[in-house]
């Protein structure tokens, strides 16, 4: 699979170049690679704000020789693309910048890479910071912005004790002197956060967080 790598100025770019037309959305991509029509390919993009590139998935469906190609994207892309559209709005800036209630933690995490692929990535780290929406990751390995990942919660090797969470990787950097990636939760869906909000919640009424 082909992979193009675009980056945009600016979120109004980004929006020029994207296109509705499409069930699930399709971006022009400026790039001088040859690619064959209907080849499926991997697209990063980058924007102002992004600590790390957006990956979307997709099917091109035109080529203009030496300018760009039309890409357009999968429903397994639909809620990056969704994300991606609206980085620049005053609301999801507003909503981005709410804080929830945050609790410093040492929690064992095993995140599983949920992808398209036949041999499913699980990558080993520690929860340094917990909230009721999402979750930050310490370790030497981070998944692209936007990538679909689960999450087994313990407070240690020997714990009975494992929250499952499903979420979204959305942003990679630092907290702290920790580098990792920040995972935003999903509200919804068989495995979601209800069960770490009650937890939370106890928390904030004991002082002390503990999974058991």
Same mark, same amino acid.
Not at 165 to 180: E, I, Q, Y
């Given at each position: 699979m082909r992979f193009l790598t675009v980056v945009f100025a600016s979120h109004s770019e980004f929006l020029r170049h994207f296109s509705d037309k499409y069930p699930d959305g399709a971006l022009f991509c400026p790039t001088k690679a040859k690619v064959q029509l209907r080849s499926k390919v991997?697209?990063?993009?980058? !924007?102002? /704000?992004? *600590?790390?590139?957006?990956?979307?998935?997709?099917?091109?469906? $035109?080529? @203009?020789?030496?300018q760009g190609l039309w890409v357009a994207f999968d429903r397994q892309s639909s809620a990056t693309v969704a994300y991606l559209k609206s980085a620049g709005s005053d609301e999801t800036k507003e909503r981005l910048s709410r804080a929830h209630s945050r609790y410093p933690a040492s929690l064992q995490v095993s995140c599983r890479i949920d992808e398209d692929n036949p041999e499913t990535e699980t990558l080993q780290g520690k929860i340094v910071d917990l909230s009721r929406g999402g979750a930050f990751v310490s370790g030497s390995e981070a998944p !692209?912005? /936007?990538? *679909?990942?689960?999450?087994?919660?313990?407070?240690?090797?020997? $714990?009975? @004790?494992?929250?499952?969470?499903?979420?979204?990787?959305?942003?990679?950097?630092?907290?702290?002197?920790?580098?990792?990636?920040?995972?935003r939760f999903d509200l919804r869906g068989s495995f979601g956060a209800a069960p770490l909000r009650t937890l939370l919640r106890r928390a904030s009424e004991t002082g002390r967080l503990r999974l058991s």
């Open positions: 991997i697209v990063d993009v980058s !924007l102002p /704000g992004l *600590r790390q590139p957006a990956r979307l998935r997709g099917n091109v469906i $035109s080529y @203009s020789s030496g !692209l912005v /936007g990538t *679909r990942v689960s999450l087994d919660i313990s407070q240690g090797a020997n $714990s009975n @004790s494992v929250y499952r969470v499903d979420g979204r990787v959305a942003w990679v950097g630092k907290v702290d002197s920790h580098d990792g990636f920040g995972v």
